[in-house]
């Protein structure tokens, strides 16, 4: 805080600054020195920890109070005195040469400076800031005064009001000492701590709101009519509110969503910045997602002075203002409201408006006048439980500025690529990096030797989103899945989607790997911070549908961004490693974890036949006694591979492989057929001997070259009729 100038300069000294100019020394330039006083604040003060003068810091140490002054030395300034501001200081003697009368100020702490040096050719003292802390002592609280090197809360409360210096001079016997000191046992529990710095004319109801402010609590009155304290917390046990104790039918004011706010920011005195104003904020997506607009509001909170107290209380009083609260007033008989006071829980039931135990706190109450039987409550939705954990606070890490340094990834993973990635038969691998840290460029791809060493074989700037499955997705889902959806919580830094339409998710835009099974996803809906449901086009690339149990693994990443690399199939066995950077610097590769993929082959396998159909029917085919089963599909289109166009790319089937499965998906007969061309046909014979009889069936195409079967099946139900 920066101290107010008690007294003139007095004692003024110059002295000559002299340099040779030629053959002789000049005066170029007059030193000047001078005594005054300055005062801090009311005392006594416990402790001087630093002085600034003109924004530099010139003394650090942390000085405990011991006396009524204390002598400092500042180097090349001069000399301080102290006075601590307490009852039984005395005169200062160099203020009694000043010219000026000046008391001894008893209770209020202030600086001498004797002979402070200005500056060369300055006459005007220098601007001047102290770090002081003061605890006054209150002998009812059995835990620390302090917290943190802040005050706990309940002290600056119960020194006002029975301080007759500058507070009410109140006393302390009209305070509910008990509710104070439980209160006070909390806030040290949850290591909440202010520094009140009041400079301006204050009456105590506008002090104890915004002191209040700070921890979220309230005043009450004990039956003896002593003010205390409690905090707005969800222990208390609630008053049940019924039917039968209402007089009338409440009235219900529930607010609406334009009247919530999705970005709180809390103004603080950071002490970390020495302790300049700065903010923190908390961001309501889920808000955000409803009213789709920015809604913002700034508390200030500027007693508070660590940076993690003021984010849980943002964070607290951001989910409070995100969600639209219930209020309103109710008449109460008197024999109820006898049980209640301002503060108070109630749990509210009045079926007829749809209300079942709402949970609510008494903002005031109206005690009925002589003769009538019926108090007012004014209520409002009870937010305390948003304090729980929140109002934990931890101890600050002191924050580095302007420092970046590069940070392992958060997660890898290896993935082949089918054939359809490229449309060709060379393997691809797909690299997924989820970053570590929101700084990062990119990462160097290592390759291992057989000799164990690692060879830099290519960098890359593109990252992917690691994510897992909030809740189980089937694979009964159509094909195309725009009601059920693949719902995922992101893990890393990244955990922002941008919209994409259904065209793009027809031309694979944003793919999602899940298991071995590939989707394309369009519509992102955000449902909380970093969830997301996705509307999918399933079986991407050949792949099949899956079954994906809740938190499996899932990778997101826009098909144009994808690192991939080809390679070979000897020996199918790869290790790589894979070294973020940030811009030159590199994390060190001795750290970073190895990771392996066995390539299976899948860019040699077929693409899977298409169209199956029976008799001709593709959609419902059916067949009747003594029939013969006569099958028919068509191959992928031809495709020109990543070699010169020339080259047309039309890959040979080996064999056909249909099988006959009941309607509840057991095997019963497998037919292979040399090539890939229909029409083939399954004898009444062959299918009566392996149904066991004539029923219904399915009926599964695969492709097979060089061994492999396609990745994906055509599957077709058929009836019998």
């Known amino acids: 805080m920066g101290v107010i100038f008690i007294s003139e300069a007095f004692a003024v000294k110059s002295k000559k600054i002299k340099m040779r100019v030629g053959k002789k020394k000049e005066t170029v330039g007059y030193n000047y020195f001078a005594s005054f006083a300055a005062l801090i604040a009311h005392g006594p003060l416990d402790r001087l920890d630093a002085i600034w003068m003109d924004d530099e810091l010139v003394w650090e140490w942390p000085l405990t109070r011991s006396g009524d002054y204390a002598d400092i030395t500042i180097e090349d300034r001069?000399?301080?005195?102290?006075?601590?501001?307490?009852?039984?200081?005395?005169?200062?003697?160099?203020?009694?040469?000043?010219?000026?009368?000046?008391?001894?100020?008893?209770?209020?702490?202030?600086?001498?400076?004797?002979?402070?040096?200005?500056?060369?050719?300055?006459?005007?003292?220098?601007?001047?800031?102290?770090?002081?802390?003061?605890?006054?002592?209150?002998?009812?609280?059995?835990?620390?005064?302090?917290?943190?090197?802040?005050?706990?809360?309940?002290?600056?409360?119960?020194?006002?009001?029975?301080?007759?210096?500058?507070?009410?001079?109140?006393?302390?016997?009209?305070?509910?000492?008990?509710?104070?000191?439980a209160v006070g046992e909390q806030l040290n529990a949850e290591g909440i701590g202010v520094s009140p710095v009041i400079t301006r004319a204050f009456n105590f109801r506008q002090f104890l709101v915004e002191l209040c402010e700070c921890f979220d609590a309230y005043p009450t009155y004990n039956p003896q009519g002593r003010l205390g304290l409690a905090l707005v917390r969800e222990s208390a046990v609630p008053v049940a509110v019924e039917l039968a104790d209402l007089v009338d039918a409440p009235t219900l004011n529930p607010q609406g969503w334009p009247d919530t706010y999705n970005e709180t920011f809390v103004r603080f005195t950071n002490r970390d910045k020495r302790f300049q104003e700065d903010s923190v904020a908390y961001r309501d997506r889920g808000n955000f997602q409803i009213t789709q607009a920015v809604l913002s509001q700034t508390l200030s909170?500027?007693?508070?002075?660590?940076?993690?107290?003021?984010?849980?209380?943002?964070?607290?009083?951001?989910?409070?203002?995100?969600?639209?609260?219930?209020?309103?007033?109710?008449?109460?008989?008197?024999?109820k409201a006898s049980e209640l006071t301002t503060g108070d829980l109630i749990s509210l039931t009045f079926p007829q408006s749809g209300v079942n135990g709402a949970l609510c706190r008494v903002e005031r109450l109206t005690l009925p006048a002589p003769g009538h039987a019926a108090a007012t409550v004014q209520f409002r939705e009870d937010t305390g439980f948003f304090n729980g954990d929140h109002y934990a606070a931890g101890a600050d890490d002191v924050p580095a500025e302007n420092v970046f340094e590069v940070q392992a990834l958060a997660y890898d993973k290896l993935v082949e690529a089918p054939w359809g990635f490229k449309e060709t038969s060379t393997p691809q691998v797909v690299f997924l990096a989820a970053r570590g840290d929101l700084v990062s460029n990119g990462f160097n791809l290592w390759k291992q030797r057989s000799d164990l060493s690692y060879r830099d074989v290519s960098a890359f700037d593109n990252f992917a989103q690691r994510a897992h499955v909030v809740t189980e997705y089937p694979a009964g889902t159509l094909l195309i899945d725009d009601y059920l959806g693949i719902e995922i919580q992101f893990d890393s830094f990244d955990n922002d989607l941008d919209e994409i339409t259904f065209l793009e998710a027809q031309q694979n835009r944003l793919l999602v790997f899940v298991g071995n099974e590939i989707l394309s996803a369009w519509?992102?809906?955000?449902?909380?911070?970093?969830?997301?449901?996705?509307?999918?086009?399933?079986?991407?690339?050949?792949?099949?549908?899956?079954?994906?149990?809740?938190?499996?693994?899932?990778?997101?990443?826009?098909?144009?961004?994808?690192?991939?690399?080809?390679?070979?199939?000897?020996?199918?066995?790869?290790?790589?490693?894979?070294?973020?950077?940030?811009?030159?610097?590199e994390f060190d590769l001795a750290l970073v974890d190895p990771i392996t993929i066995t390539l299976q082959k899948r860019a040699y396998r077929p693409l899977a036949p298409l169209n199956l159909r029976v008799a001709g029917d593709g959609c419902n085919p059916t067949y009747a006694t003594g029939d013969d089963i006569v099958a028919d599909w068509e191959k992928a289109a031809n495709r020109s591979s990543e070699d010169p166009v020339t080259k047309v790319l039309s890959p040979d089937i080996d064999k056909t492989v249909l099988e006959v499965l009941t309607t509840g998906e057991v095997l019963k007969g497998t037919f292979e057929f040399s090539g890939g061309a229909g029409p083939r046909t399954i004898t009444h014979a062959q299918l009566v001997a392996v149904l066991g009889g004539e029923t219904d069936f399915k009926l599964r195409a695969w492709f097979v070259r060089s061994g492999l079967r396609s990745l994906n099946y055509d599957e077709v139900t058929v009836r019998k009729v």
């Open 78 to 181: 001069g000399n301080v005195r102290l006075y601590w501001g307490t009852e039984s200081q005395g005169q200062d003697p160099l203020l009694a040469t000043s010219g000026t009368v000046h008391p001894a100020y008893r209770g209020q702490a202030y600086l001498v400076f004797d002979q402070l040096f200005f500056g060369r050719d300055r006459t005007n003292a220098p601007s001047i800031e102290v770090l002081v802390t003061r605890w006054p002592n209150a002998p009812w609280l059995p835990t620390p005064n302090s917290i943190e090197d802040d005050v706990n809360p309940v002290i600056p409360f119960w020194d006002l009001w029975t301080n007759p210096r500058y507070g009410l001079g109140l006393p302390e016997s009209r305070l509910d000492i008990d509710a104070l000191a």
């Open 301 to 335: 909170r500027l007693w508070i002075t660590r940076q993690s107290v003021a984010q849980r209380i943002a964070n607290a009083a951001g989910r409070v203002a995100a969600q639209p609260l219930l209020a309103g007033t109710l008449q109460l008989r008197k024999s």
């Open 523 to 585: 519509n992102p809906q955000l449902i909380a911070a970093g969830r997301y449901r996705l509307w999918t086009i399933r079986a991407r690339y050949d792949t099949k549908r899956e079954t994906h149990a809740a938190d499996a693994e899932v990778w997101v990443a826009l098909r144009d961004d994808l690192v991939m690399r080809s390679d070979d199939m000897s020996p199918p066995l790869k290790t790589f490693k894979l070294q973020p950077f940030l811009l030159q610097s």
